[in-house]
């Protein structure tokens, strides 16, 4: 069997006028592949990939061939394609709408060492081609609208892994282990933050600082302070904000100089941490 590239597999059928595909790169995945589709009767003749092959159904049925059985995924299911895994897809029932994902074995590893605190792990092997997790599916979405959309770079880099890690934990045959204290690397990480608000920091940055991988890094932050480091690194922009708001500067011009995409970026931020907008915060301290 013939290994191709995911865009080679959407050509070889031409899609209908109400059908949509849209693959795209992660830039801070080294390229990785993702793709959001919506078909009703396209359909992949057998293949495989020299990856893995991961996501979610949103909405309908797919219907596929993979390790000698058909399967069915629904809304809420997780597709577990390893790589060198031929499959087929097509619609059941009208349709289906999806979103998938090519990591690499080198990612796909990166994440099982953090997990299981061990280099040498292996191939991560999933048991199911397809499960039904509709929280870890969520956390998967969130990812990928996260990524396509492309707006906060760290929010989506560390969503994926997060999901990435989730599916590991849950449905591969690994032995999880749990953090153990690292305060110092996450000192040294939070430090950054407050200092370097303001840029766009990348997660595999702030983990050479801590010398630790990404992924241990994200669960490591949480233990010791209760938020993912971009949780914190919003907390802390929203903090600035505040500052900026009191001194009486507008929030569009506070948006830019916090590090959020645009205002209402910061708004969002604003209001779900403090209840107000910024601009009534604003009018708040000016009166």
């Not at 929203?238 to 995409?261: H, K």
Request: proline share 5%; with cysteine; hydrophobic share 40%.
């Amino acid at each position: 069997m013939q290994l191709i590239t995911q865009e080679q597999a959407l050509s070889q059928t031409p899609l209908r006028a109400d059908e949509r595909a849209h693959l795209f790169a992660a830039r801070r995945f080294d390229g990785l592949e993702f793709l959001a589709a919506t078909f009703r009767t396209h359909a992949y003749a057998p293949h495989a990939h020299d990856t893995y092959a991961i996501g979610t159904i949103e909405q309908g049925c797919e219907v596929w061939r993979a390790r000698g059985q058909t399967l069915h995924a629904v809304a809420g299911d997780i597709v577990l394609n390893h790589p060198l895994d031929v499959h087929d897809g097509a619609p059941s029932d009208g349709g289906y709408r999806y979103r998938m994902s090519y990591p690499s074995l080198e990612l796909m590893s990166e994440l099982a060492a953090s997990l299981t605190g061990r280099d040498g792990v292996g191939t991560p092997f999933f048991r199911d081609p397809v499960v039904h997790d509709p929280e870890g599916a969520a956390l998967f979405a969130r990812a990928h609208r996260l990524l396509e959309e492309g707006g906060d770079a760290l929010a989506g880099e560390e969503a994926l892994l997060r999901a990435f890690g989730a599916m590991l934990a849950r449905h591969a045959d690994l032995s999880v282990v749990s953090v153990g204290r690292e305060d110092g690397p996450v000192a040294r990480v939070k430090r950054v933050i407050e200092a370097r608000y303001e840029e766009d920091l990348a997660l595999a940055d702030l983990a050479r600082l801590a010398g630790l991988p990404r992924h241990h890094l994200i669960r490591a932050f949480r233990r010791e302070t209760g938020l993912t480091p971009h949780a914190y690194l919003v907390d802390v922009r929203v903090r600035r904000a505040r500052e900026r708001l009191r001194r009486g500067e507008t929030p569009g011009e506070v948006a830019a100089a916090t590090g959020f995409c645009d205002q209402p970026h910061l708004t969002r931020a604003f209001k779900a941490r403090l209840g107000v907008t910024p601009g009534a915060f604003r009018a708040a301290h000016a009166g």
